[in-house]
T-cell receptor
Framework: KAGVTQTPRYLIKTRGQQVTLSCSPI?????VSWYQQTPGQGLQFLFE???????NKGNFPGRFSGRQFSNSRSEMNVSTLELGDSALYLC?????????FGPGTRLLVL | KQEVTQIPAALSVPEGENLVLNCSFT??????LQWFRQDPGKGLTSLLL???SQREQTSGRLNASLDKSSGRSTLYIAASQPGDSATYLC????????????WGAGTKLIIKP
């Protein structure tokens, strides 16, 4: 089976712009979670989707949003980008209590 | 509120040594605990998953233990190799979550040839 894929792998944006990141889970997985990883804060949970519904949400501002499609692919959107949004964004798909992570999208906000 | 701590933050050992990485958590109400490996600039690779009812899991040269009552887990790496150099993270899944994981800050491991 193919693993979790994330696109794009690298992204450079400027403050105030918006960005959309994409995640394709492992075939058959219905849960997709998103995490932000920064040197200062480590890994932090953003949100989790299951069967197109947001099931869990971390403590991030409303600028961070996501959605999941009927084929379980998920997108994450960040509006009005700030310098502090520069991070590695990781997506994971899950089944039976185990999560499998994609390679991440590295976002740099200038 | 669940908190996960990993000590030490960094560790450098000569090749061939056996070593132990530590992970502690404040709330024993967990579903499972996972150890991950992260290479620089890369995603996460799951190494071992221990369910709350289990005491340990083994995979090759890796052995992870779980003592839920004391809120501790250890990752034992036998006969370390330079290729083991990476950051090792532990994460717990609280009982009241679905797939949300609470993460430690990681231990950066360097194996010197």
């Amino acid at each position: 089976k193919a693993g979790v894929t994330q696109t794009p792998r690298y992204l450079i944006k400027t403050r105030g712009q918006q960005v959309t990141l994409s995640c394709s889970p492992i075939s058959g997985h219905r849960s997709v979670s998103w995490y932000q990883q920064t040197p200062g804060q480590g890994l932090q949970f953003l949100f989790e989707y299951f069967s197109e519904t947001q099931r869990n949400k971390g403590n991030f501002p409303g600028r961070f949003s996501g959605r999941q499609f009927s084929n379980s692919r998920s997108e994450m959107n960040v509006s009005t980008l700030e310098l502090g949004d520069s991070a590695l964004y990781l997506c994971a798909s899950g089944t039976q209590g185990t999560q499998y992570f994609g390679p991440g999208t590295r976002l740099l906000v200038l | 509120k669940q908190e996960v701590t990993q000590i030490p933050a960094a560790l450098s050992v000569p090749e061939g040594e056996n070593l132990v990485l530590n992970c502690s958590f404040t709330d024993s109400a967990i579903y499972n605990l996972q150890w991950f490996r992260q290479d620089p600039g890369k995603g996460l690779t799951s190494l071992l998953l221990i369910q709350s009812s289990q005491r340990e899991q083994t995979s090759g040269r890796l052995n992870a233990s779980l003592d839920k009552s004391s809120g501790r887990s250890t990752l034992y790496i036998a006969a370390s190799q330079p290729g083991d150099s990476a950051t090792y993270l532990c994460a717990v899944r609280p009982l009241d979550s679905n797939y949300q994981l609470i993460w430690g800050a990681g231990t950066k491991l360097i194996i010197k040839p």
